[in-house]
């Protein structure tokens, strides 16, 4: 509904999701629907940050970088080239032990890598852009794919174009959607296989490569053939486990899950606030993280904290271990629990800045 104070005809350049920024789209059911829910909108975070920071302007002192994770990066590689040369050159006959433990420990700090370089990517985690970028290699030395840049490119676009069905590159493709639906097994293997997923979706978008993701390429072409001459086969081998359990069916690799699949409608961008975000680095703080891409991971609590009454409503998870059993067991969930928008509804949802930003003042 139009509020009083905006007239009839200027209806179409006001966002009518002001100020919570909650759609009034239905979600979409697995086993009813192939395709995702469908917003007439651009995606809310923009507009949710400008709304917040006219109420809580002190908001922005948190914007900066945090230093620490620079020295977790070193530590978190340091333990992993260790367990690589272990069962590379030490324990070469505990075969279960190395399965068991890349999938406990080693998916663990797979998805540590995947916080340091998703903090990289915004520029969170030192001064210069190329500074970290640098971190960004850093996190990718024990992960046996040249992932780092690549994920810089793609993610931002996810924020700039989140939704954006045929730009976003997290979103489901169509065949996903089509051929698992709600179906409790096949979700199983599509979880299971979520690391080739993800690098097919990519591939689909045909982009040539930047110049960085050459040098991520060429980085970790390197940081492989030493890996292997000091750990030997298996260290390569445990490493490449590492990544696949901990892309897949993983505790931690439920934040995948419960960041933006739909179990609400309306709403689109899910937090987390359970007890693992002390050890992933507030991971699940993804909301207040696309509401202020400028604030580093140790800061986003106190985001929650400043600007209660904006993020105490939301729909939040507090088990990741839950996020996967519902998703996997419910019939209702599947790829398509998504919302996606058209990028002519995106560019008209953004036209509505200036009567946002307008009628803030007006108030003020």
């Not at 979706?201 to 982009?207: A, D, E, N, S, V």
């Not at 975000?277 to 909301?287: E, L, R, V």
């Not at 696309?290 to 939301?314: G, K, M, N, Q």
Request: proline share 5%; glycine share 6%.
């Amino acid at each position: 509904m139009t509020p009083p104070s905006v007239k009839l005809e200027d209806e179409i350049q006001y966002d009518y999701r002001h100020p919570l920024y909650i759609g009034d789209w239905k979600k979409s059911i697995a086993y009813i629907e192939d395709d995702f829910a469908y917003d007439d909108l651009d995606e809310p975070h923009m507009k949710r940050r400008i709304t917040i920071l006219k109420q809580h302007p002190e908001i922005e002192r948190l914007y900066g970088y945090d230093i620490k994770t620079i020295p977790i990066t070193i530590i978190v590689t340091l333990i992993q080239i260790i367990a690589a040369y272990t069962f590379g050159r030490i324990l070469v006959d505990w075969n279960w032990t190395m399965i068991i433990y890349s999938y406990v420990v080693g998916g663990i700090i797979t998805q540590i890598y995947y916080v340091i370089i998703h903090e990289a990517t915004h520029s969170l985690a030192a001064p210069t852009r190329c500074q970290n970028r640098i971190v960004g290699l850093l996190a990718n030395i024990a992960i046996p794919l040249p992932v780092a840049m690549s994920f810089r490119r793609y993610h931002l676009e996810h924020h700039v174009f989140q939704g954006v069905d045929g730009i976003d590159p997290d979103l489901p493709l169509e065949w996903e959607r089509r051929f698992i639906r709600g179906n409790t097994l096949l979700k199983l293997l599509w979880l299971n296989f979520c690391p080739a997923i993800y690098l097919y979706r990519g591939l689909t978008m045909l982009k040539s490569p930047q110049n960085w993701e050459y040098i991520n390429w060429i980085f970790t072409a390197i940081t492989n053939i030493l890996i292997y001459s000091f750990c030997g086969g298996r260290g390569i081998i445990y490493l490449f486990l590492s990544l696949w359990f901990g892309y897949s069916i993983h505790p931690a690799a439920a934040h995948f899950i419960q960041e933006h699949y739909t179990f609400d409608d309306g709403q689109e961008t899910y937090s987390y606030y359970g007890t693992l975000n002390k050890i992933f680095m507030n991971i699940g703080y993804h909301t207040e993280h696309h509401d202020f891409t400028r604030i580093p991971w140790s800061r986003l609590p106190d985001v929650h904290r400043i600007a209660s009454e904006y993020y105490d409503h939301l729909a939040y998870h507090t088990s990741w271990l839950m996020v996967h059993w519902n998703f996997v067991t419910q019939r209702q969930f599947g790829p398509q629990s998504r919302v996606s928008r058209s990028i002519l509804d995106h560019r008209k949802g953004r036209k509505m800045l200036g009567s946002l930003k307008k009628s803030l003042t007006t108030e003020e």
